[in-house]
Nanobody
Framework: QVHLLESGGQAVQVGGSLRLSCVAS????????MAWFRQVPGEEREGVAA??????TYADSVKGRFTISQDHAKNTLYLQMGSLKPEDTAMYYC????????????????????WGQGTQVTVSS
């Protein structure tokens, strides 16, 4: 199975930047869609950003501030976050699917079978 390991979450000041990483291991299909989700206790899990090959999609709440990317050689997914706001405070999760899902569903939880343990991002106010 695919295993995901996240890192990079920490406390950061409002307006600051942070980069999250997710290392994937195990079998990979010919197509792999990977994504970042976040969740605050008591709220719905929110899809933040997703990428398959060179195609990306973002939640409206992070457009222009966050960038998702991947390094295929290192099997690593990244989320570069900038202009951080208190509303960005959440547990951030890395997720992976076997691919083949239409882009319109990339920010929904359903397509993803593999999840990381989560890394906490706290933006101080």
């Amino acid at each position: 199975q695919v295993h995901l390991l996240e890192s990079g979450g920490q406390a950061v000041q409002v307006g600051g930047s942070l980069r999250l990483s997710c290392v994937a291991s195990g079998p990979m299909g010919s197509q792999q869609c990977m994504a970042w989700f976040r969740q605050v206790p008591g709220e719905e899990r929110e899809g933040v950003a997703a990428i398959e090959d060179v195609t990306t999609t973002y939640a409206d709440s992070v457009k222009g501030r966050f960038t998702i990317s991947q390094d295929h050689a290192k099997n690593t997914l990244y989320l570069q976050m900038g202009s951080l706001k208190p509303e960005d405070t959440a547990m951030y999760y890395c997720a992976a699917s076997n691919g083949g899902t239409e882009r319109q569903w990339w920010l929904e939880s359903g397509p993803y079978s593999y999840w990381g343990q989560g890394t906490q991002v706290t933006v101080s106010s």
